[in-house]
């Protein structure tokens, strides 16, 4: 069995009740709960929220809601010691962490996420993006030279940041890392799949949300064939 879980705190520190801010006529969290029940992979999709406000929303849209323990509030709260608590809330084989940060999530994306997950055999599966740019981590070049002459950007190694969209894990893994260790995000065979540029819009921001505003409206209005500046 496959258990969409997607997390829901009232609070944020960098944009104040981000889930429940408007986009396009609907609470950003509704999207998610819509690509998870849209993409026909899940045994069940559960809102994971420290706040009875998100019920209602939950309720309207098709989901199932839980109520964590108080405990598990708040912005300190470690990730790890949430999906513990909802494993052992509602057992199940794998369960799939689906954010409502990512608003513009595809179904698509979502279907292959989990497909790719089951035909490797993963016990643990994140979502990243494809970047062919130069990069640099601590002042150093990371995927280039700065001998010779400046590279083509589609010659470089791509590299592959992470995108908290997806996280999945197999239960019983999770379940045994964190007994041993206390600790089990990255928990036996892990795989990385590289999702679309729709999915990989991450909103942490105020400014990220004006963004998705944007993107969301085009999408809205349809694909328009590109016009060229006639020379």
Same mark, same amino acid.
């Given at each position: ?22 986009? &396009?006529?609907?609470?950003? #969290?509704? @999207?998610?709960?819509?690509?998870? *029940?849209? !993409?026909?992979?899940?045994? +069940? ?63 698509? &994306?979502?279907?292959?996420? #989990?497909? @790719?997950?089951?035909?490797?055999? *993963?016990? !643990?599966?994140?979502?990243? +993006? ?102």
């Amino acid at each position: 069995s496959i258990i969409a879980m997607i997390p829901a705190r009232i609070g944020s520190t960098r944009f104040k009740m981000k889930n429940l801010a408007m986009l &396009d006529g609907k609470p950003m #969290i509704a @999207y998610a709960i819509m690509a998870a *029940l849209s !993409s026909k992979v899940f045994d +069940k999709v559960i809102v994971n929220s420290d706040s009875e406000n998100f019920r209602s929303i939950v309720e309207e849209y098709g989901a199932e809601f839980y109520l964590r323990p108080k405990y598990l509030g708040g912005s300190t709260v470690k990730s790890d010691d949430v999906v513990i608590d909802f494993i052992e809330k509602y057992p199940c084989d794998i369960v799939v962490w689906e954010n409502p940060i990512a608003p513009l999530q595809t179904i698509e &994306d979502v279907q292959n996420t #989990i497909q @790719y997950f089951l035909s490797n055999n *993963l016990d !643990s599966l994140f979502t990243v +993006k494809t970047e062919q740019i130069q990069c640099v981590y601590e002042n150093q070049p990371v995927n280039f030279k700065e001998q010779g002459k400046f590279a083509q950007t589609q010659d470089l190694k791509p590299i592959y940041p992470f995108v908290p969209f997806i996280m999945m894990w197999r239960t019983s893994t999770f379940i045994n890392a964190f007994k041993e260790h206390g600790y089990a995000f990255f928990c036996g065979k892990v795989g990385y799949f590289p999702v679309s540029r729709f999915s990989s819009v991450i909103i942490k921001y105020e400014d990220d949300f004006r963004f998705a505003e944007m993107l969301l409206k085009s999408m809205n209005e349809g694909e328009k064939e590109i016009d060229y500046y006639s020379i």
